[in-house]
């Protein structure tokens, strides 16, 4: 059974040509430039693209993750995973998670603008030392009065350097385990928030990727996402969503890069004959193609247990594990086609195998993945 409807198709088509107008044009320059402009969050608002998964109340159009899912490999397809990383961060992310579990003056503050896309979100888990393990985060939430301080840092945020508001994970209770974590709703404005630095990367060049510093920061109670001592469960929810937003981006990304090496090798000539009449050739790109069907229907297996509100823990890491992995494969594969012109960035591949390496590590690097598929399976 089919994941997607002819609903979900004719939104594929109205991202296509939104895009076609919009973004393609322009993200040479932003990648040549290491940074796309804020400006297209409210275009993207404007056409409903940032209210996939926001309610009506908010501005948003209140789909369910199968149109989440349309959308990710739909706008993965465009070749600069930097900004379209940002920008689901921002949407399918963040801006959800302050949907779910905010308060009524944190929803009211922030989620409005971020579905017209004039306040944009992240979401800071990862610290210089805590990466996959979150367990090690160090930032610390010290309530005074009726107010929290916090201090700390984190590194490697999406849209950290453009954020009007960002999610962030600190410790409350170092003593109580998974019930001492705490997320709390930081408006980048307040004192003692500051981009420390935004870091120089091989792929994602247009995103802005970036350490964040806070020093002595005060927030109100009201900026307590949900409840204290739930913010390592929230992010467990947040994360799963994530992983597969990732990988169905990686998806759509692979696929893109697939359907252009085709019609190069379908052109371009050696002894004779085109490239893509070589046998070997053939099959091999045959291989990878019937490997990328399967993983995008294990994607499909994996949202669908989303839509239905069950489990799938295991079901998601494993298919990041498996698809991003792929992706990258594809990737390498269509630049070895391209020859000498592969490793110019005058063609795609180059770009796509930089940029679709990171989704083996972001969000949950592989050997993480295969961990927790592992715990899943021997529990």
């Known amino acids: ?210 350490e964040l510093t806070f020093t002595d920061l005060r927030l109100s109670k009201e900026m307590v996402l949900g409840e204290v001592g739930k913010g390592w469960y929230q992010a467990m929810q947040s994360l799963e969503w994530e992983r597969l937003m990732l990988t169905l981006a990686a998806v759509g990304g692979a696929r893109a890069c697939l359907e252009e090496t085709v019609r190069y090798v379908n052109e371009r000539k050696i002894f004779k004959q085109t490239i893509g009449s070589i046998e070997v050739n053939r099959t091999e790109l045959a291989r990878l193609a019937s490997k990328l069907q399967a993983g995008e229907a294990f994607c499909h297996h994996c949202t669908r247990l989303l839509v239905e509100g069950r489990r799938a823990r295991k079901e998601v890491s494993l298919a990041k594990r498996v698809v991003c992995q792929l992706a990258i494969e594809l990737a390498d594969y269509c630049l070895q086609l391209h020859g000498g012109y592969g490793y110019t960035t005058e063609f795609r591949p180059e770009r796509w195998l930089r940029d679709l390496r990171l989704n083996t590590i972001g969000g949950g690097a592989n050997e993480v993945m295969l961990k927790i598929a592992a715990g899943e399976v021997f529990r």
């Open 1 to 210: 059974m089919t994941l997607y409807t002819d609903e979900h198709r004719i939104f594929q088509q109205s991202i296509r040509k939104f895009a076609e107008k919009e973004i393609l044009p322009h993200v040479d320059a932003w990648e040549e430039g290491s940074h796309f402009p804020s400006e297209i969050f409210p275009k993207l608002g404007a056409a409903g693209f940032l209210g996939i998964l926001l309610d009506e109340q908010w501005g948003g159009v209140a789909r369910d993750y199968s149109f989440a899912s349309a959308w990710c490999e739909e706008f993965g397809r465009i070749p600069s995973v930097g900004f379209t990383t940002g920008v689901n961060m921002h949407a399918l992310i963040s801006a959800p998670a302050l949907q779910r579990f905010g308060s009524p003056a944190a929803k009211e503050q922030f989620l409005g603008s971020a579905c017209e896309g004039t306040a944009i979100g992240a979401y800071a888990f990862t610290e210089p030392g805590a990466g996959s393990d979150l367990t090690q985060v160090q930032t610390r939430a010290v309530r005074d009065g009726n107010d929290y301080v916090l201090n700390g840092s984190k590194i490697f945020i999406t849209n950290g350097a453009r954020a009007d508001f960002v999610l962030t994970l600190a410790k409350t209770d170092p003593t109580a385990g998974y019930d001492g974590f705490t997320t709390f709703v930081i408006d980048t404005k307040n004192s003692g928030f500051a981009v420390a630095r935004t870091l120089s990367k091989l792929g994602w060049h247009s995103s802005d990727t970036a």
